[in-house]
């Protein structure tokens, strides 16, 4: 028989040696144990990840909500708004989130957009903000200054804004801001002469642009006297 192994009593049977197969299993539950708690970690970093979007979007739906009843959205009159740069205003405050009423000649069926047949009344929608650019093109090349021409030119400018004018001091509640656009031709034509601000012009010597020009501002005057 062999020799006792030392320190080892001869009736003691040696220890059973780990078969390659306990090793497998224990390494397949370690790895199974650690792709677990991957997972888990994987998984809750998603649902974070999801409750962070959803908290974010909740977020934006809040603020939006308080701009609103903070008085930060405007609803804003616009005559002509149609035009070129009636169009380019309306498209700025709607992304901008203001609610925008476009005041045409042909209104039809699109919406957000009114006829001014229907505000001939003086009634007006409920605004914070009226802006008037309504008016025919005074550098249209296809249309000479002729008298006729001339008088569609005031008329649509001075009879618009007159009305818009009367119709923010009649309202029951008036808008907080007036907007009536005047025009450079309000200065006389010069090559060399520079014009401040602060320049008075004559209606009657510098022009039948500038006569228009003091025309409109006279037609706004209403909404100015009412601290509008």
């Not at 998603?46 to 974010?56: A, I």
Request: charged letters at 25%; glycine letters at 10%.
């Amino acid at each position: 028989p062999p020799a006792p192994t030392p320190n080892r009593s001869p009736d003691r049977p040696p220890p059973t040696p780990a078969t390659s197969h306990h090793r497998s299993s224990v390494t397949s539950r370690a790895a199974a144990a650690a792709a677990a708690a991957a997972s888990a970690r994987s998984s809750s970093s998603g649902e974070e990840s999801s409750s962070s979007r959803t908290r974010g979007r909740k977020g934006e739906e809040a603020a939006g909500d308080k701009q609103r009843n903070s008085g930060g959205m405007k609803r804003v009159l616009l005559a002509g708004g149609k035009g070129f740069l009636g169009s380019a205003i309306r498209r700025n405050l709607l992304q901008k989130g203001h609610k925008v009423t476009v005041v045409s000649r042909s209104a039809g069926s699109e919406e957000g957009v009114v006829s001014w047949d229907a505000l001939k009344d003086g009634k007006i929608p409920e605004s914070d903000v009226i802006i008037n650019l309504a008016g025919a093109p005074i550098l249209d090349m296809k249309k000479p200054w002729t008298e006729s021409y001339k008088e569609e030119c005031e008329s649509s400018r001075i009879e618009t804004t007159a009305l818009l004018a009367n119709a923010a001091v009649q309202a029951n509640k008036k808008p907080g801001v007036f907007i009536a656009t005047s025009a450079v031709g309000y200065y006389p034509a010069s090559k060399t002469a520079k014009f401040a601000e602060d320049y008075v012009s004559s209606a009657s010597l510098d022009g039948w642009a500038c006569g228009l020009c003091h025309k409109i501002e006279g037609a706004a005057s209403p909404a100015a006297d009412a601290g509008i």
